[in-house]
């Protein structure tokens, strides 16, 4: 089981409620590709070996955000899934209300577990705050689910289609990469370099998302496929076609990695999971 999985699952008996604290256990049982805190983990071995276990830490605070994030988003109201990882979403599983609540305690226990990173001094715990609230918030995931919702029926170019994904599902794997180098002290130059890398790789991810949604089942994604279209939303197939799609996701990758080139075979993890984020079936 991963260290997300195991720090929080400590944590979640302290509810007073054992509903809740089944839900909170259910939610993380099934804790995903894990993509976003082992790019923390890259980032920050990469830049400084010695970060790495600050950078576990922060990458599992970004993890419970991550997740509740999907119970979300899963929510009737939202995207209104059944299926989530594999099996049924927490408001299928459980019920409505005690989805949201299991969502907000997340959300509150990830911020909490940031304070607590003390191989970090306070102004770099200050600073990992400031990045992932912003990347979860208003200019974040927040937002690009607001434009998401809006979106449905609608016909977006490829502009406005980046900007809703840069926010929706790129914020937070950029937080993810910023974090790294934060733990590892890095400076503003090798931040922004390596926060260009976490945009062009998160776009391309969508992308492969809007791909898989039309080419792979239900059961290989671990979710409902084929949501886009029936929600009416314009995606990069939509708008490219498969293999348009494909290509454009490729040209991101490229890109992403261009990034990492003055760091050398120090990078070659990073690159991996980079690769792996768009070369994948599910």
């Known amino acids: 089981m991963s260290q997300s999985t195991n720090s929080t699952s400590d ?28 790019l923390t983990r890259e980032t920050a071995r990469m830049l400084d070996p010695l970060a790495v276990a600050a950078a576990d830490a922060a990458g599992a605070t970004i993890e419970l955000l ?96 980046g900007r809703l994904h840069a926010l929706k599902t790129g914020a937070l794997i950029e937080a993810a990469v910023d974090a790294g180098a934060i733990c590892a002290n890095a400076n503003d130059e090798d931040r922004a370099r390596l926060r260009r890398f976490a945009m062009r790789i998160g776009l391309a991810f969508q992308i492969i998302d809007d791909v898989l949604d039309v080419t792979a089942s239900s059961e290989d994604l671990g979710k409902t496929a084929g949501k886009d279209q029936t929600a009416e939303k314009s995606t990069y197939v939509s708008h490219m076609g498969v293999e348009g799609a494909r290509t454009e996701a490729q040209r991101f990758l490229a890109s992403a990695i261009e990034e990492l080139d003055s760091w050398g075979t120090a990078a070659d993890a990073l690159k991996n999971i980079a690769d792996n984020m768009v070369n994948r079936g599910r």
């Open 66 to 161: 991550h997740t509740y994030s999907l119970i979300h988003d899963d929510l009737p109201a939202m995207d209104n899934d059944d299926l989530r990882r594999g099996r049924a979403s927490l408001h299928r599983a459980f019920d409505e209300a005690t989805a949201i609540l299991a969502g907000d305690g997340l959300q509150a226990l990830a911020f909490e577990r940031i304070t607590e990173i003390t191989q970090l001094p306070i102004a770099a715990r200050l600073e990992l705050v400031r990045v992932i609230s912003r990347a979860v918030g208003f200019q974040g995931m927040v937002g690009g689910q607001a434009l998401d919702l809006a979106a449905e029926g609608q016909a977006l170019d490829t502009s406005d289609l």
């Open 11 to 38: 944590a979640v008996t302290l509810c007073p409620d054992p509903r809740l604290n089944e839900a909170v256990a259910y939610a993380l049982e099934a804790p995903g590709k894990q993509l976003r805190s082992r």
